[in-house]
């Protein structure tokens, strides 16, 4: 089945810094990939997601890239403040009727000011 | 629309006993996942019910157990309490089965702590 990395596990920033958080998955089925941040006492939230069609996609500070040749995507936070702190999740969907999302473990992302 | 809500919000019980979680989705949501989330593990996938009927279920030993209704609210059951259970459970609701295609809505969560 599908098996989804995520690295770094911890990520300490500047504010203003770029964040950058990478996952690997592992079944070249799967099709869609949505990031989740969650703020320390609340529910996860998507912020952005990419499907297999396209390569890269940007929503103002935040961008998503997709290699699927090399089965991995990525998470980019530029200019980051320090409302950005949250654990994040990359998640991936292998297809199919009976299929479900498969989360990574999460990164916990400091912004220090 | 109002969001996904979860009851109760936190739960302790003692081992050996059972629990009942309930997840209502999003008004017109028909599917609801069930996610355990415990420090380090990220969420590991329960369950999940679309139209009443069980889609997917994921690792869990079979004291785990889950139903959904008619107005698509869904319970989840754990039977026989041990420790290890002791996590955060999250359910996500979306229009479509599966989360592969839409957008999957979380509820605040459930902690539920076992002594």
């Known amino acids: 089945g599908e098996n989804v990395e995520q690295h770094p596990s911890t990520l300490s920033v500047q504010e203003g810094d770029s964040a950058v958080i990478k996952c690997t998955y592992s079944d070249s089925a799967s099709n869609y990939f949505p990031w989740y941040k969650q703020e320390l006492g609340k529910r996860p939230q998507l912020i952005i997601d990419i499907r297999s069609n396209v390569g890269e996609k940007k929503d103002q500070r935040i961008a998503v890239t997709l290699n699927k040749t090399a089965k991995h995507f990525s998470l980019h936070i530029t200019e980051t403040q320090p409302e950005d702190s949250a654990v994040y999740f990359c998640?991936?969907?292998?297809?199919?009727?009976?299929?479900?999302?498969?989360f990574g473990k999460g990164t916990k992302l400091s912004v220090k000011p | 629309k109002a969001g996904v809500t979860q009851t109760p919000r936190y739960l302790i019980k003692t081992r050996g006993q059972q629990v009942t979680l309930s997840c209502s989705p999003i008004s017109g949501h028909r599917s609801v996942s069930w996610y355990q989330q415990t420090p380090g593990q990220g969420l590991q996938f329960l369950f999940e019910?679309?139209?009443?009927?069980?889609?997917n279920k994921g690792n869990f030993p079979g004291r785990f157990s889950g139903r959904q209704f008619s107005n698509s609210r869904s319970e989840m059951n754990v039977s026989t309490l041990e420790l290890g259970d002791s996590a955060l459970y999250l359910c996500?609701?979306?229009?479509?089965?599966?989360?592969?295609?839409?957008?999957?809505?979380f509820g605040p969560g459930t902690r539920l702590t076992v002594l």
């Open positions: 998640a991936a969907f292998p297809g199919g009727s009976q299929g479900n999302l498969i």
């Open positions: 996500a609701s979306s229009y479509l089965s599966g989360g592969g295609s839409d957008t999957q809505y």
């Open positions: 019910y679309f139209s009443e009927t069980q889609r």
